[in-house]
């Protein structure tokens, strides 16, 4: 089990391996396309911004040490920008397992994430980030699963706009993809695991805002409908964990000040679980409170 100071060193690494190379942007922003946050998928941006709370909702199936049950989960999270393409995130949650006729609750651990913006090619709407998610083993509750050693995430996201599509193709141009992958290393007795995904999107704001002639209702200028696929695989040594795999179909509502995100869950594998889950995410942007980074200006 890494010590407290070990813990600073592994973050001072990746501030250092972050904070390297030229600034670029630390926003969700590429030319003209917004990339909403996104609730399976890690996000290719954190700016000044809280999500609270996230919700959700499944029926798991058996994976590891954990059996089959209906899972609750209520997280938030809290990211500051502290240069103009580098953004610190620290976030928790609460969890109700309830199977085998025993409900169990507490807090997970501590995860900090710190994320940079290495690629920004506005023409070409493309959001390029690199980050490192350190979860604090022994900040969380054993009986909810929270392991007391910690796990370091290197990890890489992305996101690509068609706007730079020919414009006859407009029907198309309002469309995008985002996606990451990650490696999560534990410091203890546990499996490693590959946290990868997609998502596809259909931004009628970008249609609205951005393609000539388009009549978007009122009601529907603020959606983007999106369908996220999030995948969870050991490698090397399993400890029983399986492959876990999810897709989860839904609609962001947006404004300049908060995005609300409604999917349903739905298992792709049997040790995911089974029926019809939920995920609900209050996102709010905190540009008007914070409107220069922590160190320096834009």
């Known amino acids: 089990m890494m010590g407290q100071l070990g813990k600073v060193l592994v973050l001072a690494a990746g501030i250092g391996a972050l904070v390297a190379g030229r600034s670029v942007c630390a926003n969700g922003i590429a030319g003209d ?8 998928v890690e996000d290719t941006q954190d700016d000044d911004e809280i999500a609270l709370p996230t919700v959700s909702w499944l029926k798991r ?40 006729g025993a409900a169990r609750s507490g807090w997970n651990n501590l995860d900090l994430t710190l994320k940079r913006v290495t690629v920004l090619n506005a023409p070409h709407e493309l959001l390029v980030s690199t980050g490192l998610i350190a979860d604090l083993g022994g900040t969380g509750a054993r009986r909810v699963g929270s392991e007391g050693f910690d796990t370091v ?68 200028a603020p959606l983007i409908p999106l369908v996220e696929f999030a995948a969870e695989s050991p490698f090397g040594r399993s400890y029983g964990e399986r492959t876990t795999l999810t897709a989860s179909p839904g ?12 999917e349903a869950l739905l298992p792709l594998s049997r040790a995911t679980g089974s029926g019809v889950g939920f995920i609900a995410q209050v996102h709010i942007y905190l540009d008007d409170v914070f409107p220069e980074p922590l160190f320096g200006s834009e």
């Not at 396309?33 to 399976?40: G, I, K």
């Not at 193709?169 to 490693?192: F, Q, Y």
């Not at 609609?251 to 409604?262: A, G, P």
């Open 61 to 100: 199936g058996v994976n590891g040490d954990n059996p089959a049950g209906r899972d609750l989960d209520v997280t938030a999270e809290y990211s500051r920008s502290l240069t103009s393409d580098l953004s610190l995130s620290v976030g928790t949650g609460w969890q109700q397992l309830d199977g085998s």
């Open 153 to 220: 995430e290197p990890m890489v996201t992305f996101g690509k706009g068609l706007g730079d599509l020919p414009h006859d193709l407009d029907w198309l141009r309002p469309a995008a993809i985002t996606g990451a992958a990650g490696i999560a290393l534990p410091t203890g007795p546990a499996a490693k695991l590959v946290d990868y995904g997609l998502t596809l999107q259909y931004s009628l704001v970008y249609l609205d805002q951005h393609v000539a002639g388009s009549a978007v209702p009122h009601w529907a």
């Open 33 to 40: 396309r917004l990339f909403p946050s996104t609730l399976t």
């Open 251 to 262: 609609v962001t509502w947006n404004s300049d000040k908060v995005q609300f995100t409604l």
